[in-house]
C-alpha cells in the first residue's frame, strides 16, 4: 500500500502536462526542444524563446524554472499554467525548463530515495554550463540569470544561489529550504537576491525545518524557512529592518499571505519572504497537482510567478 500511494504521488506529479515544444502562433513566442552532452549524459531542456527576440537591439534575461522530484519540465510549465511564458513575451525574457536525471536534482540534501544522488549526477555543473551555452548561443544578459523551482527544483535554485553565484543573480525557491547539508556553502558573502514562497502547513517540506516527507518516505533534511531568510540577509548584508506588507486576501481557499522584505543589501540584492499562512506542498496561483489531503491548500490570492519576475524584473 505504502509503494502504491508513493506511485500515486510521483506519477500524478509527472503527469501534470505534456505540452507542444512549437510556436504557438505568430504573436507568441516559440517553446524549443533541446539537448546536450554533460558529463557523458544527454542532458535535455525546453527553452521558451520570446516573441521578437531575434529582432532585440539588447540582451535579455535568463529564468530557469526546475521541476519538482518526480517531475517533468513538461509538467513544469503545467503546473505555472504557462506563466512564465506569458510574461516571457510581454516583459522580454527567456525561460528554460531543465529536466533532472531520473526526474530529480542532486541539490546536496542526503536523500537516499534520489536517483540523481545516488548516480552521484553533477547537476551544479550541468545547470553552470547550460547558462554558459544559453548565454553564448542566445541574446542573453549574463548578469540578469535567475533561477526558481518547486520542492527539489527550488532547494536546486537554493545550491546555485550558494555555488554559482558569479552565474546566478537571484534565485527563488518555492516549497523549499536550504538542505541542512549544503547550509556551510551558503554563508559566503554575495550579491545574489532571495525570493523564498513557502506555506506554514507544508506537509512535506516543514516550514520550520526537520525532515522532508514524501507520504511514510523520509527525504533528507532541511533547515527552517525563517533560518534559511536570516542566513541569506546576513549573507548578503543585509539592513536588518524590514518592510512587511500583508497580501489582501481575496480568494476563499483557506489562506492568506505577507511579504517581508530586507532591502540596503549589497549589490543592490533583495531578500523577499512570501509566508503563506495555511499553504501547503504548492504552487500560488498554479495548478493543484494532487489532492488538498495529500500537499495541502493552494493560494489563489497571488500568482507566484508574477511575484518572483516582479523582484528579478527590478534587478539591474
Not at 553552470?128 to 548561443?137: A, K, M, Q
Not at 548578469?143 to 535554485?157: C, D, K, L, P
Not at 543592490?268 to 497537482?289: D, M, N, S
Request: charged content about 20%; hydrophobic content about 40%; overall charge neutral.
Amino acid at each position: 500500500m505504502k509503494r502504491l500511494l508513493l506511485s500515486v504521488l510521483t506519477t500524478s506529479w509527472i503527469a501534470a502536462a505534456n505540452p507542444s515544444a512549437t510556436a504557438a502562433s505568430p504573436s507568441e513566442g516559440e517553446l524549443l526542444e533541446m539537448s546536450m552532452l554533460h558529463a557523458g549524459l544527454e542532458r535535455r531542456y525546453l527553452l521558451h524563446r520570446p516573441r521578437g527576440a531575434s529582432e532585440a537591439a539588447q540582451r535579455k534575461p535568463l529564468v530557469l524554472v526546475l521541476h519538482g522530484g518526480g517531475g517533468t519540465a513538461q509538467g513544469m510549465i503545467r503546473l505555472t499554467r504557462g506563466r512564465f511564458n506569458e510574461l516571457a513575451d510581454r516583459q522580454g525574457f527567456y525561460v528554460v525548463y531543465p529536466q533532472g536525471v531520473d526526474k530529480a536534482w542532486n541539490e546536496g540534501r542526503l536523500d537516499r530515495i534520489s536517483g540523481a544522488l545516488r548516480r552521484g549526477i553533477d547537476d551544479v555543473g550541468f545547470l553552470g554550463t547550460l547558462i554558459d551555452e544559453l548565454v553564448s548561443t542566445h541574446p542573453i544578459d549574463a548578469a540578469r540569470v535567475f533561477a526558481t523551482g518547486i520542492s527539489n527544483g527550488g532547494m536546486m535554485s537554493l545550491r546555485l544561489g550558494c555555488s554559482l553565484g558569479d552565474k546566478v543573480r537571484g534565485v527563488a525557491p518555492v516549497a523549499s529550504s536550504i538542505p541542512a547539508d549544503i547550509e556551510g556553502l551558503c554563508q559566503d558573502a554575495s550579491g545574489v537576491s532571495l525570493v523564498v514562497i513557502n506555506g506554514t502547513e507544508d506537509r512535506l517540506v516543514p516550514y520550520g525545518g526537520g525532515t522532508v516527507k514524501v507520504l511514510w518516505s523520509k527525504r533528507g533534511e532541511v533547515i527552517g524557512t525563517d533560518r534559511t531568510i536570516d542566513l541569506w540577509r546576513l549573507k548578503n548584508r543585509c539592513q536588518p529592518d524590514a518592510v512587511m506588507l500583508q497580501l489582501p486576501d481575496t480568494a476563499a481557499d483557506g489562506t492568506h499571505a505577507d511579504r517581508t522584505e530586507y532591502n540596503g543589501c549589497q549589490a543592490g540584492a533583495k531578500v523577499v519572504l512570501y509566508r503563506v499562512a495555511g499553504g501547503g506542498h504548492t504552487w500560488p496561483g498554479g495548478e493543484a497537482y494532487l489532492t488538498e489531503r495529500l500537499i495541502g491548500r493552494t493560494s489563489r490570492d497571488f500568482n507566484a510567478a508574477d511575484e518572483i519576475w516582479s523582484v528579478f524584473g527590478a534587478l539591474r
